[in-house]
Nanobody, 118 residues
């Protein structure tokens, strides 16, 4: 069983920055594809950013140039650096560990709330 835990959500003003952290347990963390999703009230959960085992990244068009995903395999941790935040970035942010060799659907964290408001 892989445990996924997010942290770092907060209330921030428009234009501000925030860094989310996610740790995932397991000795094979370096093989996980790590994703950040978000879900705003009344909306579907959407993929925000992804970093796969070789370090390649992928971003939603809405966050390109503002958000950066990174990982440290030695610390079993992935971060989402969010800059130039907008009110429409307000959502619950979820970390997902993709490890199909362990569990097809992967593992989810409980989420951390990001609110962008003045």
């Amino acid at each position: 069983q892989v445990q996924v835990v997010e942290s770092g959500g907060d209330l921030v003003q428009p234009g501000g920055s925030l860094r989310l952290s996610c740790t995932a347990s397991g000795s094979t963390f370096s093989r996980y594809a790590m994703d950040w999703y978000r879900q705003a009230p009344g909306k579907r959960r959407e993929l925000v950013a992804q970093i796969i085992s070789n370090g390649m990244t992928n971003y939603a068009d809405s966050v390109k140039g503002r958000f950066t995903i990174s990982r440290d395999n030695a610390r079993n941790t992935v971060w989402l650096q969010m800059n130039s935040l907008k009110p429409e970035d307000t959502a619950a942010y979820y970390c997902h560990a993709g490890a199909p060799f362990l569990k097809p659907e992967g593992y989810w964290g409980q989420g951390t709330q990001v609110t962008v408001s003045s």
